[in-house]
C-alpha cells in the first residue's frame, strides 16, 4: 500500500502507512521493506530529513546487510548530498548483492 500511495504521489499518506507498518512490526530493522520505503519517502518529501532516513537505511542494513534496495537507496542519498565515493561503495555494495 505504501509504495501504491508513493506511485500516486501521495508521500504523506505512504510515509503513515509505512510508520504504521513498522509500528505493527516494532523494528526498522525487522521490517526492510517498509524501512526502504519509508527511507525512500522522507528523502522525496524533504531532502533536510537525509539523517533521518540515513539512520533508518542503516538499521535495515545492520540486519541484512546483503539488503539491494537498501543499499541503492543510501546511494542515492549520498549522491544527492555529493558524496560520490560513498555514493560509489553503496551502488557497488548493491550490484553485489543481487
Given at each position: ?20 507498518s ?67 561503495r ?9
Amino acid at each position: 500500500m505504501g509504495a501504491t500511495l508513493r506511485y500516486a504521489n501521495d508521500l504523506a499518506g505512504a510515509e503513515a502507512v509505512y510508520r504504521e507498518s513498522l509500528e505493527l512490526d516494532s523494528s526498522v530493522s525487522g521490517n526492510a521493506v517498509a524501512g526502504v520505503g519509508l527511507a525512500a519517502v522522507i528523502l522525496e518529501q524533504s531532502p533536510t530529513r537525509e539523517d533521518q532516513a540515513k539512520r533508518i537505511l542503516e538499521a535495515v542494513l545492520r540486519k541484512q546487510p546483503d539488503n539491494t534496495r537498501a543499499w541503492a537507496t543510501l546511494g542515492g542519498l549520498h549522491g544527492r548530498a555529493g558524496r560520490k565515493e560513498d555514493a560509489q561503495r553503496c551502488f557497488a555494495r548493491a550490484a553485489n548483492s543481487q
